[in-house]
């Protein structure tokens, strides 16, 4: 045998009593690691596939919750349009009462215009009325004054007692 051949031998040897034995232990081991990532990955894909079952959920109650929030702001915005419309309604049933009022208020004041004129009228016809009675009565008075002190100058003329005479 050479010495090449000797060396080889050893080296294969070596090799065979040395390093095979501990990578037969890393093989060993390297396949305990591989058992454990391929445990780990399935873990994690049965985790990933959860988070993603979580994730069609929450889209679909995010989707849930717009369209309900979408229908109750359609319900707001309707019953706000609606109460707005009522709103305007009353506000011109308010300006066509108040316009109502102000043109009975503009009626009944010609009227009470018109009537306090009449009145006025008739007070005027009643004051110079009496005031023609009163001048009336002021002359009859004065006239009985002086048929009454006639009467008293010829009662007390004939009788000779002027000076009793009443005055």
């Not at 093989?27 to 990532?37: F, M, T, W």
């Amino acid at each position: 045998m050479s010495a090449e051949s000797i060396k080889e031998n050893a080296i294969r040897k070596v090799i065979q009593e040395l390093i095979v034995p501990d990578l037969q232990k890393l093989i060993g081991k390297i396949d305990i690691l591989d058992e454990k990532i391929n445990s780990t990955n399935t873990r994690i894909d049965g985790t990933n596939t959860r988070i993603d079952a979580m994730d069609i959920k929450i889209d679909a109650i995010k989707n849930e919750l717009k369209s309900d929030i979408a229908h109750l702001d359609e319900k707001i915005n309707t019953n706000i349009a609606r109460l707005d419309d009522k709103i305007t309604a009353l506000d011109n049933k308010i300006d066509s009462l108040k316009n109502e009022l102000k043109s009975d208020i503009a009626h009944l004041d010609e009227k009470i215009n018109t009537n306090i004129a009449r009145l006025d009228g008739k007070i005027d016809a009643l004051d110079d009325k009496l005031d023609t009675k009163i001048d009336a009565l002021s002359e009859k008075v004065d006239y009985m004054n002086k048929t009454n002190e006639r009467l008293f100058d010829i009662i007390f003329h004939s009788t000779g007692k002027e000076n009793n005479r009443p005055k």
